[in-house]
T-cell receptor, first 111, second 118 residues
């Protein structure tokens, strides 16, 4: 069965600095998709970025980028130039036929 | 564009009562998902529909839970009778499934219903 692991329950970063959130997953499939979702205190689930497993190039969305290591089954999220509005829970998710979420990492951003 | 719409946003009721949560997916999306989020178990998929047909309900905790999707624009999740351990945030999400085995379409989530069973 596929699993998604986020080993950092909490992380903190200073405003304008860079932070990396870790995610590993377990699967025997070669074709799948990976996502990072953000959940602010308002509890909305907001898609941040996605990666296709067949693409070697790492996805980027403005200040957000991923480091996708398929062989290592690792999918970390890098947030550059952190802003106060980035404070939220971040969930890594794996999609094959179902979306499977990690347990989340709470990110705090200090001014 | 209207996103996924869930109602009510908050529900507080006494144990034993019937609870009905509602969801309107994004127009054009043909897949709909119900999730439950708790501190202990995180985000769990309860059930999902494709073209109004339930595909996988293996996440439904027990017979007290039921879900329906009578048409492409509406779904309900019902708990009868409700228990305090059902207290959680329930999310509905929708996406477009093109019919291929692996879908790359992200799921769009509603704002969730916070359910409290006293």
């Amino acid at each position: 069965a596929q699993t998604v692991t986020q080993s950092q329950p909490e992380m903190s970063v200073q405003e304008a600095e860079t932070v990396t959130l870790s995610c590993t997953y377990d699967t025997s499939e070669s074709d799948y998709y990976l996502f990072w979702y953000k959940q602010p205190p308002s509890r909305q689930m907001i898609l941040v970025i996605r990666q296709e497993a067949y693409k070697q190039q790492n996805a980027t969305e403005n200040r957000f980028s991923v480091n996708f290591q398929k062989a290592a089954k690792s999918f970390s999220l890098k947030i550059s130039d952190s802003q106060l509005g980035d404070a939220a829970m971040y969930f890594c998710a794996y999609l094959r036929d179902k979306l499977i979420f990690g347990t989340g990492t709470r990110l705090q951003v200090f001014p | 564009d209207a996103g996924v719409i869930q109602s009510p946003r908050h529900e507080v009721t006494e144990m034993g009562q019937e609870v009905t949560l509602r969801c309107k997916p994004i127009s054009g999306h043909n897949s709909l998902f119900w999730y439950r989020q708790t501190m202990m178990r995180g985000l769990e998929l309860l059930i999902y529909f494709n073209n109004n047909v339930p595909i996988d309900d293996s996440g439904m905790p027990e017979d007290r839970f039921s879900a329906k999707m009578p048409n492409a624009s509406f779904s309900t999740l019902k708990i009868q009778p409700s228990e305090p351990r059902d207290s959680a945030v329930y999310f509905c999400a929708s996406s477009f499934f093109p019919g291929s085995y692996v879908s790359n379409q992200p799921q769009h989530f509603g704002d969730g219903t916070r359910l409290s069973i006293l």
